[in-house]
C-alpha cells in the first residue's frame, strides 16, 4: 500500500521526513490563516499542517470533520508540544491533499464521551463504532479470541464447525425456528448450543475439539444477554474434571497476559457450590473482597422473639466502619435484603462503646458481648431458611463492597465451583429437571439409580469477579447411564427416541468419557475491557427486545417468500 | 493427562519403556492364544499383544472391534515388522487393560475404503467420521483454516463477528427467514453473506476486517452446494484491486506451504473474463493444461455450406494423438457439445497422411493444407454464436483433458479472472441485474451513467485448477455512484428506502474507498484435500434435498412454539 505511517507513529525521529497519510477529519481550526486538521485512523491521530499559499489550500478549506482525506506532507517540530499524543511532538504539514470521500455533519460526535442516547447510537452504529473507546472494545475482542484459540491450538484441539441449522430440541421452547421450504410444515432450529455436536466429534474420535460458536437463544433478554451470543465451545476426550480445569485455567492465565499484560494467579480456588452458598451467598462469588456472609444461628436462635424462633439458619455479614450509616440507608439496605427473599434485615452497631440497633432491646448484655463488636462495626442479619437467608445477605454484601469500595480495581480473581447436585427437583411439577444438562454425569450413577435427590454432578462452573464467565462437565458416556438419566428426567421411550434417538443410539458404538466446557465469549471481553455493557463488545447487537435499530430487523418479508415456505401469519 | 504416547509414536527407541495408551480397538486376533489387538487414535495405530496367563486376559478376550480400552504395557519389538507403519517395528505387551467403553458392531465399516452407501454414511456420520481418511479431511480443514486466517492476522486484519439473525434483502428471494415472537409477522433472515456488514466495518474505520463466516443460502442444491456454508469474508480500506489480490495471493501462497509443503507460483495470471472466455470457453479456466480453443473463422466462413454461412464463430480444439477416437466416442463428445448449447461438433482428423472426418466433403485440398494438422492430430469444430460456442467449446475441452490425462496431478495453478461486465441484461425482463452485486464499483461511473451496457466493473475473481474458489471488488464508496447504480437496476426509491435506506445513509458521513474478496472455504479445502464431494470437507453436511439424515431435520415441532410465533403452516 502507498501510505507510509499510521497516524500514531510519527515522533521527532521522523522529522524532515516525507510521508503519505490517510484518515478521517477529527477536528480542523483555522488559526489566522493556518489551518489544524486532526487526521484519525483506527491507531490514533497526526495533527496535519495546511500554510497559506499551498496549492491545496482551498480545497483543505472545504474539509470538515468526518471527511475522508489523504496527504503527502513533511515531519516538522511542533512548537507546542502535546505530552498527552504519541504524536504530540510533530505535525505534518501538508504538500498534497486529495478528498476521499466527504461527510455531512454526524448525528453523534465522533469521541470517547458521548451522550448520545443509546437508540441514535445503536441506529448510527457505524459511527458509534469509529468512536475510539468502542474501537478498543472491538479490538480487544479481536485479541482475546486469538488468544484463546491459539492456545488451544497449541494444546491440540481441532477448530471443527457444527451446523447452524440444526433440529429442534426438548429444551426447545426457546428455540429459534426456520421454516423449510423443500418440507412445508418442518422446521429448523438454530442451536442453543453445539452441544450434541461436541460429543458426537468426541464419539467420532476427534478427541479435542473447540469451536468460536454464535449460539442462540430466544428468551425473554435481560441487560446483559443478546439473542444470539458467542461462545468458546470446548470438549475433550479420556479426561476428568481436573484435565478440563487445568486446560482452561491454561487458556486464561495466557489470554490475560498477552492481551492485559495482566498476571493471573493459578490453579484457580476450587468452591464447592454448598460453600459458595454458605460464605458468598451466591453460586458465582466475587473473591476479589471478603466481607464473607457468617453464622449466627447458635447465638440467636436462643433470643426469645419471633423473629428468632424457628429460624434454621440466622446469618451475618460484619462490617468494619459501617458505624456511620444512617437509618436511611439502612431501610434502603432492608429493602434490597427484602427484594432478594430475605425476611428481614436486623443490625447491631457500636460506637464510642456503646451497641446500638434494631434488636438491642431483644439481648442480654451477654449476648450483644458474646458478639465482639469492635468500635465502628455494624452487624447485619437476617434469619430465615437456607436458600433465603443465602440469597438476600449475598445481594447485600455486593452492595456494601460496592459502597465501601471495598472491590480493588485492576484485579481479577476466579475460581471454580465444583460439588453441584446433578438434579433440581420442582415441586411444583412434582419432578426433577437437569440442574446443568441432560448429558452430565453422575459422581456415582447408583446414587442416581436409588436416591437422585441426593445425586452430586461431574460438574464445574468458572466465575470471574463475581460473573459465571463458563460452565462445564464431564458427560455420560455409558448407554444405561444416560437412558437412567432420562428415566429420572420423567422423559417417555418415545420423546427419547423421537429427540435424541440418534444420540443414544451413537452412544452405542465406542464412546470414550469425554468432557469439556463453554465459556460465554461476550462475557469474557466484557470484564476484560471493563464494560457494563454487553452491547459494547458486540458489533452489531440487538436491543433488549431484539430489534436490530439499525437494519430495522426483524422486518416483513414479501407475501409470496411465505407463500413458498407455504407459511400464514397471525393472531390463531 | 495420564496416556504417555499417541498410537503413532512408539518405535525401536522407545523399546522396554513402560507405555499408557488408550483408543478404540480397530482389529482383534486370536492367533494360538496370543491376542493381538490394533489399537487406534485420531493419530495412528499401536499393536497390542496380549499372552495367555496375563490377568487381564480374559477381559481382553472380550474386548470386540470399536471398544475404547486403555492399556498399560511394555514396548517390545515385533517378531515380522510390518513397513508400512510407523510403529511397525514394535508392539506393546499389555499388562493392564481397562475397557472404557463397550461398542456393538458398527453399521459401517471403520476403514478408509467404504462400500457403505451415502446415505448410511449421513445417518452415522459419526462413525463415518471416524474413518481415518474422513478424520484427515477435518483435520485439514482444520489446518488451513488456522493457515488462512494467521496470515490475515499478521497482515494486520481485526477478527470480528456479524450477526446471523439479519434482515431479509432484495435478493432475498434465497432468504432463509426466522420469525420473531417478540414481533409475530416479523421475520429475520440469515445472511447469504456479510457483504453489508463488512462495508460498514470499514464506514466504521476498522480498515481490515475478516471473518470465517457462515453463510446460507435457501436453494435448489447441487452437488457442490451446501444450505450454509463457510466463506473467508475479507475487506480492507484504502486498496486497489491490486492491492486485494496481492494479499489473496499471500494467503494463498503460506496456505498451500504450511498445510500442504506446495509452492504455489505468485504473482498468479491476470486474464479477462473475455480471454478466458475466448481461450477456455469458461469463466473459471483451468490451466494447468493448454488444449486452447482456437479461432478458425477466417477458414471455415468461407466454405458454402449451412453448417458455416453466417455463423459469426467457429471455433476448435486440437488435440494431439486423438486419431483413434471412435465414431461412437465422437457422437458422444457430439452429445456432450449439443448439451452444452453448441449447434454442432465437426471434425477433421489426419491418420496415415489422410484426412478423413465428417466436413472432409465440404472442404477444398487446400482449405485442409491449411489447418496444418499433423498425423495423430484430430480437430474439433463448433460454428455458431460467442456464447454457445464458448461454453460447449469449454466443455469439450475438460472432457478431452481428463480422458486424454492431460491434468497433471498435484498441480495448483491460481489466476485472477478480472476485466468483468458491471451488468447483465436481460431481454426477457428488459432489466439490468448487477453480475456481480450492486455495490460493486464501476470502473468508470460516467459509462454507467451513459452507456450502462459497456461499464466495466472493478472486480475480480480467484479460479484454483477450473473452480472458482472467491470472488471480490472494490465497492462503491460515494452515495451518488450508489444512487446511479440502484437507478440503473429499476429499483424504485422506495424500495431503496425500505431495503437499503440504512447502508445509503451511512455513505454519507466519511466512506473510505474499500474492497475485498470472500473465499469460499469449502471450495478451498475439497481441491486441497483432493475430494470431489463438498460433504467430504463438512463436518455434518446436509443431503442434497436440505436434510440431516443423522438427526432428522428439518422435523415438526411443538404446536405450542408455532402458537408463540403466531405461525399457522399448510397451503393456502
Known amino acids: 500500500m502507498k501510505y507510509t505511517h499510521h497516524n500514531n507513529e510519527l515522533n521527532h525521529q521522523h522529522i524532515n521526513q516525507e510521508v503519505y497519510l490517510k484518515g478521517w477529519v477529527a477536528k480542523n481550526r483555522n488559526l489566522g490563516g493556518l489551518l489544524f486538521l486532526d487526521l484519525r485512523d483506527r491507531f490514533g491521530i497526526t495533527q496535519l499542517v495546511v500554510k497559506p499559499g499551498n496549492q491545496f489550500y482551498d480545497t483543505a478549506l472545504k474539509v470538515k470533520n468526518e471527511f475522508v482525506i489523504e496527504v503527502k506532507g513533511t515531519v516538522i517540530e511542533r512548537e507546542s508540544k502535546n505530552k498527552n499524543m504519541n504524536t504530540g511532538d510533530i505535525e505534518v504539514e501538508v504538500k498534497e491533499l486529495v478528498i476521499l470521500s466527504s461527510s455531512e455533519t454526524p448525528p453523534i460526535i465522533i469521541a470517547n464521551e458521548t451522550d448520545a442516547l443509546e437508540e441514535t447510537r445503536l441506529k448510527y452504529r ?54 423449510s421450504r423443500l418440507y412445508p410444515g418442518s422446521f429448523y432450529a438454530l442451536p442453543q448450543s453445539p452441544q450434541i455436536y461436541k460429543q458426537l466429534f468426541m464419539i467420532a474420535g476427534f478427541e479435542k475439539y473447540f469451536q468460536i460458536a454464535r449460539c442462540f437463544r430466544d428468551e425473554d433478554l435481560r441487560a446483559d444477554r443478546q439473542p444470539e451470543f458467542t461462545q468458546v465451545d470446548i470438549e475433550a476426550s479420556f479426561v476428568n474434571e481436573e484435565d478440563v480445569q487445568t486446560l482452561i485455567e491454561k487458556v486464561m492465565v495466557k489470554t490475560f497476559k498477552k492481551v492485559l499484560n495482566v498476571d493471573v494467579e493459578s490453579p484457580f480456588i476450587r468452591m464447592s457450590f454448598h460453600e459458595a452458598m454458605e460464605k458468598y451467598g451466591t453460586d458465582k462469588p466475587d473473591i476479589r473482597y471478603e ?12 433470643i426469645e422473639s419471633p423473629l428468632f424462633i424457628g429460624k434454621s439458619y440466622i446469618k451475618g455479614i460484619l462490617l468494619d466502619n459501617g458505624g456511620h450509616l444512617s437509618r436511611k ?67 447485600l454484601r455486593i452492595e456494601l463492597a460496592n459502597e465501601f469500595n471495598l472491590i480493588p480495581e485492576n484485579t481479577y480473581k476466579f475460581l471454580w465451583v465444583v460439588g453441584w447436585p446433578l438434579l433440581e427437583y420442582s415441586e411444583e411439577e412434582q419432578r ?6 441432560p448429558f452430565t454425569a453422575p459422581v456415582d450413577p447408583e446414587v442416581l439409580k436409588n436416591n437422585p435427590k441426593k445425586a452430586m454432578a461431574k460438574a464445574y462452573d468458572i466465575v470471574l469477579n463475581g460473573y459465571e464467565i463458563g460452565g462445564g462437565s464431564i458427560r455420560i458416556h455409558n448407554q444405561n447411564v444416560q437412558q437412567l438419566m432420562f428415566d429420572t428426567l420423567g422423559l417417555s421411550k418415545e420423546e427419547i427416541k423421537h429427540r435424541f434417538g440418534f444420540f443414544v443410539d451413537a452412544l452405542k458404538y465406542g464412546t470414550p468419557p469425554h468432557g469439556g466446557l463453554a465459556l460465554g465469549l461476550d462475557r469474557v471481553v466484557m470484564l476484560m475491557t471493563g464494560t457494563a455493557n454487553i452491547k459494547d463488545v458486540v458489533a452489531f447487537p440487538k436491543t433488549q427486545s431484539a430489534k436490530d435499530m439499525m437494519m430495522q430487523a426483524p422486518s416483513d418479508v414479501d407475501a409470496n417468500q411465505l407463500d413458498e415456505l407455504q407459511i400464514k401469519v397471525g393472531k390463531i
Not at 466481607?291 to 436462643?302: A, E, M, R, S, V
Not at 442480654?364 to 440469597?391: C, H, K, R, Y
Not at 426433577?432 to 444438562?437: F, G, P, Q, R
Open 329 to 395: 440507608r439502612i431501610d434502603g439496605l432492608s429493602a434490597l435484603v427484602k427484594k432478594n427473599h430475605g425476611e428481614a434485615l436486623l443490625y447491631l452497631k457500636k460506637s464510642d462503646g456503646v451497641i446500638s440497633g434494631s434488636i438491642t432491646k431483644l439481648m442480654t448484655e451477654e449476648q450483644m458481648n458474646s458478639l465482639n463488636l469492635v468500635d465502628g462495626q455494624i452487624l447485619f442479619i437476617v434469619p430465615g431458611e437456607f436458600e433465603n437467608v443465602a440469597s438476600s445477605l449475598g445481594a
Open 432 to 437: 426433577y429437571y437437569a440442574k446443568h444438562h
Open 291 to 302: 466481607l464473607l456472609i457468617n453464622d449466627y444461628t447458635k447465638i440467636f436462635q436462643k
Open 126 to 179: 457505524y459511527l458509534d463504532l469509529r468512536r475510539p473507546v468502542m474501537q478498543n472494545y472491538m479490538v480487544k475482542r479481536h485479541e482475546i479470541t486469538q488468544a484463546i484459540r491459539s492456545t488451544l491450538v497449541e494444546e491440540g484441539f481441532y477448530e471443527l464447525e457444527t451446523p447452524i441449522l440444526g433440529k429442534s430440541t426438548p429444551e426447545g421452547a426457546r428455540d429459534y425456528l426456520v421454516p
